[in-house]
């Protein structure tokens, strides 16, 4: 069994949304002080790296992270390859044609190239989920959808003062779960993988950091 590991490292000054905190590390304890053991911590927001969106998320009253079934992170997805460039909408026609289509229960994985460009300044601008494509994923039972992108909306800057993030709520508000800033995924693109999306189970938290990792299976 080979897995891909489908997750950034978590590190201090990583990349975020500029709403966000700066992600720190701190060493508490050090050997090289003379402490017995090595202890340091880390700060950051729910929605900095690799992450899975709990439906509290973007729906008041919805479920937090720690309230969700582990059932509900583990299962066989589609990866479906799509070449769409900054702001372009990535469409049902597009998933159908960058892989198997999808059947009911599936999980949803995007391949878009962006998770290779986490580092660089090209990152924040990519391209977005249509809200047809998120109502399609609700009406065809797709319980849980990924990206290598930070968001399945709009990137920040082409936000207008209206910006309602229509994916968001269309997706969370129907109980589809959310993972976001994944990468790795160009030996699964276009097939079919078991994922394993285990979020940490913070209470009340409307997001959970995650180690995603997959198993390429036979289409």
């Known amino acids: 069994m080979t897995l891909h590991d489908l997750s950034h490292q978590l590190w201090a000054g990583m990349p975020k949304i500029p709403i966000l905190p700066e992600v720190e590390r701190h060493q508490i304890a050090s050997m090289a002080d003379g402490a017995p053991l090595d202890i340091s911590s ?37 990866v479906a390859s799509v070449d ?26 995007l391949h878009t190239g962006w998770g290779e460009r986490f580092t660089s300044e090209e990152y924040g601008d990519h391209p977005s989920l249509s809200v047809e494509l998120a109502r399609w994923v609700v009406e065809r039972g797709i319980p849980f959808v990924g990206v290598d992108m930070i968001t399945p909306d ?25 993972a976001e800033n994944l990468t790795g995924l160009v030996p699964l693109a276009g097939g079919h993988a078991l994922l394993r999306a285990f979020p940490l189970a913070v209470r009340g938290g409307d997001a959970g950091p ?10």
């Open 84 to 109: 769409r460039k900054p702001g372009e909408e990535i469409t049902v026609d597009d998933v159908l044609a960058g892989g198997p289509e999808p059947q009911r229960g599936d999980f949803l994985v």
């Open 42 to 78: 880390i700060t950051l927001a729910l929605h900095v790296g690799t992450h899975v969106d709990a439906p509290s998320h973007a729906v008041p009253g919805g479920a937090s992270i720690d309230e969700i079934p582990l059932e509900r992170f583990h299962g066989r997805a589609v």
């Open 154 to 178: 709009l990137p920040v800057h082409r936000r207008g003062p209206d910006f309602a993030f229509d994916v968001h709520r269309t997706l969370l508000g129907a109980d589809v779960l959310i």
């Open 210 to 219: 995650a180690r995603i990792v997959a198993e390429e299976l036979p289409s």
